[in-house]
């Protein structure tokens, strides 16, 4: 199947400084990626999605001027915390969704952001 | 607004049994549904997509059936393993751009 990979997988930063977490589909070309997130044991959160070459779409409620993200190409998107603070702590996922197949999302293995 | 629910919440099952974990969801207009694993600290693993057009869909042991106008999907696990043991989450894809997840179901099998 496709493959997401995402990189950092772990990041431990301070606070008030800004974290950039890489997600690129490595065979396929995404139209579409979703960045998520997820606190411990509860489900994904989806925080935006972001189409290749245009502005991303932002969820009721997260900041955008906080989760910075660029979809550059279609094999590359970027979410950048900025300033981040303790409570910004959780595990990012992000998603591809490959529209030439069968519509199947694909997801990356995760960061793991912890800020002290 | 689509509502995806997971039910149990909790399964903590002897290795060998056959188990049934269920995912219902109130919107039928569906393009399709996912069913994924995700062990502790790790990503999501896609395991089946079913096609609204679709009944049901086998992968080795693992089997998910999906019946659209009840607005319900089941996955069934034969011969259960320890490592079976994760979190499995249904999703249903409504078109457009999002998916809507189901809160999942933690299962354990103990060996």
């Known amino acids: 199947g496709a493959v997401v990979s995402q990189h950092p997988s772990r990041v431990i930063c301070k606070s008030g400084t800004s974290v950039k977490i890489e997600c690129r589909s490595l065979?396929?070309?995404?139209?579409?990626m979703f960045w998520y997130r997820q606190f411990p044991k509860q489900s994904l959160m989806l925080m935006a999605t972001?189409?290749?070459?245009?502005?991303?779409?932002?969820e009721q409620g997260v900041e955008k001027d906080k989760f910075l993200i660029n979809h550059a190409s279609l094999t590359l998107s970027t979410l950048t915390v900025t300033s981040a603070h303790p409570e910004d702590s959780s595990f990012y996922i992000c998603?591809?969704?490959?529209?030439?197949?069968?519509?199947?999302?694909?997801f990356g293995p995760g960061t793991r952001l912890t800020v002290t | 607004k689509q509502e995806v629910t997971q039910i149990p919440a909790a399964l903590s099952v002897p290795e060998g049994e056959n188990l049934v974990l269920n995912c219902s969801f109130t919107d039928s207009a569906i393009y399709n549904l996912q069913w994924f694993r995700q062990d502790p600290g790790k990503g999501l693993t896609s395991l089946l997509l079913i096609q609204s057009s679709q009944r049901e869909q086998t992968s080795g042991r693992l089997n998910a059936s999906l019946d659209k106008s009840s607005g319900r999907s089941t996955l069934y696990i034969a011969a259960s393993q320890p490592g079976d043991s994760a979190t499995y989450l249904c999703?249903?894809?409504?078109?457009?751009?999002?998916?809507?997840f189901g809160e999942g179901t933690q299962l354990t099998v103990n060996p």
């Open positions: 999703a249903v894809w409504l078109g457009g751009s999002r998916l809507t």
């Open positions: 972001s189409n290749e070459g245009s502005k991303a779409t932002y």
């Open positions: 065979d396929f070309q995404a139209t579409t």
């Open positions: 998603s591809a969704r490959d529209f030439s197949v069968v519509n199947e999302q694909y």
